[in-house]
């Protein structure tokens, strides 16, 4: 039985699509094997959202040629994409595929092995109208499913390569989104994350069907599904009717990751994103209205060219303000081939890491405030895995407004939904104690 290896750089997507392309190797009857091991065939999916991304893809390939000189390489993903010739002048790569006709894969390792004659089967993303369907029934390492329900993005923001590297906005048929959910829910996943390129624009591009339909459709026709996680969303995508499906819900759980990437409008304006932050205020207030306790996470993007300290602090009120629960911030990389890289007024990079500092210090703060909240509460955590630093008997997982929680239990627990008494809020993890029946609830808090 031949073997395969995958490495998997960048988002949640790849992830996803690393297990749907396994599941087309599995039908061909691989075995699959760790990457640091040697296999026949390795597949290496790539970033390309940043320069270093596109380093870091190239140290992965040429670490699979050097581990096994003989077996089949092949490329695929976001920089395979956008850079196929680049990809295919790297001695040993054998195949190269993009991020469309991944089911290709098997004919062409095949064809390499009759031939020996590399491959270069990637397409012009932008003609791609139709979604490609890759089916993930079961994951092989994770408590939480991804179920991807759209690909592709049509904002441009000046930054992102990304609609170079997926094409332009193409949604999964709501039958197919419904189909796999079951799949996930009888394979045990009580958790279900929907991602995307631009998970929030499902819909955009049909005709009678947008994604407070696809959620609704999710918590009425998917028995024994438990929570609904949607991994990101745009504000402008947040309408009346989202808000209306979110507050009526008893599945979506009371977290959402909206991307802000800037509290600035001029910076905002440069960046060429589709909302003013007044616009974003709103959403968020109209939120919080609905869901007393939502948890807000979000990205921002600091030192874009010409961020001044002015509208870095306005970004960094704009936090203070709507206490957000926490941020990823990011310090602004050029990324070749993008409208941003080209402009003048690149924000010196000492200035750009010590903006950074101040903003995560300002997350951390506000992400531990948020957990005092739920301090003496019981919360509902689906257990991940086991703590790794040799600590006995201790897992890890997260509750449905996605605080990570730490605590003594068993490897049974793991993928299930377990009652845990907070009894030490903090970040990045807070402490509890296993809840075994509601009597002991009641002890408990009669003790603390």
């Given at each position: 039985m031949p073997s395969v290896a995958f490495h998997t750089l960048g988002c949640k997507v790849n992830h996803y699509e690393?297990?749907?392309?396994?599941?087309?190797?599995?039908?061909?009857?691989?075995?699959?094997?760790?990457?640091?091991?040697?296999?026949?065939?390795?597949?290496?999916?790539?970033?390309?959202?940043?320069?270093?991304?596109?380093?870091?893809?190239?140290?992965?390939?040429?670490?699979?040629?050097?581990?096994?000189?003989?077996?089949?390489?092949?490329?695929?993903?976001?920089y395979a994409q956008t850079s196929p010739a680049e990809v295919m002048s790297i001695p040993g790569v054998d195949i190269v595929v993009g991020t469309q006709d991944r089911e290709k894969m098997i004919g062409y390792i095949?064809?390499?092995?009759?031939?020996?004659?590399?491959?270069?089967?990637?397409?012009?993303?932008?003609?791609?109208?139709?979604?490609?369907?890759?089916?993930?029934?079961?994951?092989?390492?994770r408590t939480r499913a991804s179920l991807k329900i759209q690909e592709g993005c049509n904002n441009f923001c000046t930054f992102c390569i990304i609609p170079w590297a997926r094409g332009l906005l193409r949604s999964r048929e709501?039958?197919?989104?419904?189909?796999?959910?079951?799949?996930?829910?009888?394979?045990?996943?009580?958790?279900?994350?929907?991602?995307?390129?631009?998970?929030?624009?499902?819909?955009?591009?049909?005709?009678d069907y947008n994604f407070a339909m696809l959620l609704k459709a999710l918590e009425n026709d998917v028995p024994g599904l438990k929570r609904i996680r949607i991994s990101s969303i745009e504000a402008s995508q947040?309408?009346?009717?989202?808000?209306?499906?979110?507050?009526?819900?008893?599945?979506?759980?009371?977290?959402?990751?909206?991307?802000?990437?800037?509290?600035?409008?001029?910076?905002?304006?440069?960046?060429?994103?589709?909302?003013?932050?007044?616009?974003?205020?709103?959403?968020?207030?109209?939120?919080?209205k609905v869901f007393p306790g939502l948890a807000i996470t979000s990205d921002v993007i600091v030192g874009f060219p010409g961020e001044t300290e002015e509208e870095f602090m306005e970004t960094y009120r704009f936090v203070a303000e709507h206490r957000f629960s926490e941020l990823h911030v990011f310090p602004y990389s050029q990324r070749t081939g993008t409208p941003a890289a080209r402009m003048d007024d690149q924000v010196d990079d000492d200035v750009k890491h010590e903006r950074v500092r101040r903003l995560i210090?300002?997350?951390?703060?506000?992400?531990?405030?948020y957990a005092s909240q739920y301090e003496g509460?019981?919360?509902?955590?689906?257990?991940?895995?086991?703590?790794?630093?040799?600590?006995?008997?201790?897992y890890?997982?997260?509750?449905?407004?996605?605080?990570?929680?730490?605590?003594?239990?068993?490897?049974?627990?793991?993928?299930?939904?377990?009652?845990?008494?907070?009894?030490?809020?903090?970040?990045?993890?807070?402490?509890?104690?296993?809840?075994?029946?509601?009597?002991?609830?009641?002890?408990q808090t009669a003790s603390s």
């Open positions: 690393t297990e749907a392309i396994w599941q087309i190797f599995q039908s061909a009857d691989y075995e699959r094997t760790e990457y640091e091991k040697r296999a026949d065939v390795y597949v290496i999916n790539t970033c390309t959202v940043t320069n270093t991304g596109d380093k870091k893809s190239r140290q992965a390939i040429r670490k699979a040629i050097r581990r096994n000189p003989d077996a089949v390489i092949c490329v695929t993903g976001c095949e064809q390499y092995k009759q031939e020996r004659l590399p491959i270069n089967g990637v397409g012009n993303i932008m003609k791609a109208k139709v979604y490609e369907e890759l089916d993930v029934p079961a994951f092989t390492d709501p039958e197919a989104v419904i189909t796999q959910a079951k799949q996930l829910v009888e394979a045990g996943y009580k958790e279900i994350v929907l991602t995307g390129i631009h998970t929030g624009g499902y819909g955009e591009d049909m005709k947040i309408t009346d009717e989202v808000i209306e499906v979110l507050h009526s819900s008893e599945k979506v759980v009371p977290h959402l990751h909206i991307p802000i990437q800037s509290g600035s409008d001029s910076v905002l304006k440069r960046m060429r994103r589709k909302y003013t932050m007044q616009q974003f205020a709103d959403t968020i207030t109209k939120l919080k210090a300002l997350s951390d703060q506000l992400a531990k405030e509460e019981v919360v509902e955590v689906i257990p991940e895995e086991r703590e790794k630093e040799g600590s006995e008997g201790w890890v997982g997260y509750t449905d407004n996605y605080l990570k929680v730490r605590f003594q239990g068993n490897e049974d627990m793991i993928g299930n939904i377990v009652k845990v008494k907070l009894v030490k809020a903090g970040y990045p993890v807070s402490e509890g104690v296993y809840v075994r029946t509601v009597e002991d609830i009641y002890e």
